[in-house]
C-alpha cells in the first residue's frame, strides 16, 4: 500500500518562501512521474507542478518562476520550493503520482498572509 505524507506547509508572509516535502513509501518512486496539487477552500484541487523520473518539469502558469520542483530518488522524496509567495498560493498541497494516482495524503497547509 503507497502511503503519501506531506509537510513543510506554515505561515508566511507575502514575499516569502516555504519548502515543501512529499515522502512516498510502499512504490517503485523513482521512475514515476510524480506531481503537486493544491486546494483552496471552496475550490476544486488543481495542478500546480509535474516532475518526471528525470527531473523534467511543467508549473502551472501562475507559479512558473516562482515555484521549483524537484526529487531525491535515493530518498522516495519529492520537493517544492515556492518562492515569492502571494496571498492567492493559500491553499492545503497534497502530491500524488500523476498518471495513477495512489489515495490521497493528509496534505500539508500553506497559509500566506497580505
Known amino acids: 500500500q503507497v502511503q503519501l505524507v506531506e509537510y513543510g506547509g506554515g505561515l508566511a508572509q507575502t514575499g516569502g518562501s516555504l519548502r515543501l516535502s512529499c515522502e512516498v513509501s510502499g512504490s517503485a518512486f523513482s521512475i514515476t512521474v510524480m506531481s503537486w496539487y493544491r486546494q483552496a477552500p471552496g475550490m476544486e484541487r488543481e495542478w500546480v507542478a509535474t516532475?518526471?523520473?528525470?527531473?523534467?518539469?511543467a508549473y502551472l502558469d501562475s507559479v512558473k518562476g516562482r515555484f521549483t520542483s524537484s526529487r531525491d530518488n535515493a530518498v522516495n522524496t519529492m520537493y517544492l520550493q515556492m518562492n515569492s509567495l502571494k496571498p492567492e498560493d493559500t491553499a492545503r498541497y497534497y502530491c500524488?503520482?500523476?498518471?495513477?494516482?495512489?489515495?490521497w495524503g493528509p496534505g500539508t497547509q500553506v497559509t500566506v498572509s497580505s
Open positions: 500524488n503520482s500523476f498518471y495513477k494516482p495512489w489515495p
Open positions: 516532475i518526471t523520473s528525470v527531473g523534467t518539469t
